[in-house]
């Protein structure tokens, strides 16, 4: 390898770590905070690590103190609604509409599209790349196990996985309601919101 070769090298590796890299998480950071002002409501304290993509933010609702991971991706027109105190894997994603595929003018589905409201009760843990299906009502305090495919409502303080999730077993009521009774919640109070690790001031 020649000199110039070494030089070229060498002038790129700067370029791209004093400027390149920094504009680029400016970006992303932006672009999460745009999403973030046009929500529907948007509660104190919320983590967001981008990339992430919301479907419908006119129509989605975040609650106190929502962690949110790389890679959520919401799809469709449909409403969301997410709690307090809710936490997301890497690479979730949730769909808020289906094509109309039952009784179609055309095969294997027509134009129209079917939005479904999602919602997702406080205290629930989204486990990395789960897929949420529109309609789908997840309680309280339930835990979706990484990898999940949830096709139906989940009760409060189930944990369910697989393809499609299936319950797996009850959590500690007991151990459950005496942590809500004394407002104990990891990493919280939080005042301010986190975005892409940065404190951020947004309208709420």
């Given at each position: 390898?020649?000199?110039?070769?070494?030089?070229?090298?060498?002038?790129?590796?700067?370029?791209?770590?004093?400027?390149?890299?920094?504009?680029?998480?400016?970006?992303?950071?932006?672009?999460?905070?745009?999403?973030?002002?046009?929500?529907?409501?948007?509660?104190?304290?919320?983590?967001?690590?981008?990339?992430?993509?919301?479907?419908?933010?006119?129509?989605?609702?975040?609650?106190?103190?929502?962690?949110?991971?790389?890679?959520?991706?919401?799809?469709?027109?449909?409403?969301?609604?997410?709690?307090?105190?809710?936490?997301?894997?890497?690479?979730?994603?949730?769909?808020?509409?289906?094509?109309?595929?039952?009784?179609?003018?055309?095969?294997?589905?027509?134009?129209?599209?079917?939005?479904?409201?999602?919602?997702?009760?406080?205290?629930?843990?989204?486990?990395?790349?789960?897929?949420?299906?529109?309609?789908?009502?997840?309680?309280?305090?339930?835990?979706?196990?990484?990898?999940?495919?949830?096709?139906?409502?989940?009760?409060?303080?189930?944990?369910?996985?697989?393809?499609?999730?299936?319950?797996?077993?009850?959590?500690?009521?007991?151990?459950?309601?005496?942590?809500?009774?004394?407002?104990?919640?990891?990493?919280?109070?939080?005042?301010?919101?986190?975005?892409?690790?940065?404190?951020?001031?947004?309208p709420r």
């Amino acid at each position: 390898m020649s000199s110039f070769q070494n030089v070229e090298q060498f002038v790129f590796r700067v370029l791209r770590k004093a400027i390149l890299r920094p504009v680029a998480q400016w970006r992303s950071r932006l672009e999460v905070i745009e999403q973030l002002e046009g929500l529907k409501r948007l509660g104190r304290g919320v983590v967001v690590n981008g990339p992430v993509e919301f479907g419908n933010p006119a129509a989605t609702e975040l609650g106190d103190d929502v962690c949110i991971n790389p890679g959520l991706r919401v799809r469709g027109e449909g409403g969301l609604r997410i709690g307090s105190h809710v936490h997301f894997g890497i690479d979730v994603e949730i769909l808020t509409s289906n094509h109309n595929y039952n009784r179609p003018a055309r095969l294997p589905y027509d134009e129209v599209r079917l939005a479904e409201d999602v919602e997702i009760g406080d205290c629930t843990w989204v486990g990395d790349r789960v897929v949420i299906v529109p309609g789908v009502k997840i309680g309280e305090g339930a835990v979706l196990a990484a990898g999940a495919v949830v096709v139906r409502d989940v009760p409060p303080l189930t944990v369910v996985g697989g393809a499609p999730a299936k319950a797996l077993r009850e959590r500690d009521q007991e151990a459950y309601r005496k942590l809500r009774e004394s407002n104990t919640y990891l990493g919280w109070p939080r005042e301010h919101h986190l975005i892409n690790g940065r404190r951020a001031v947004l309208p709420r």
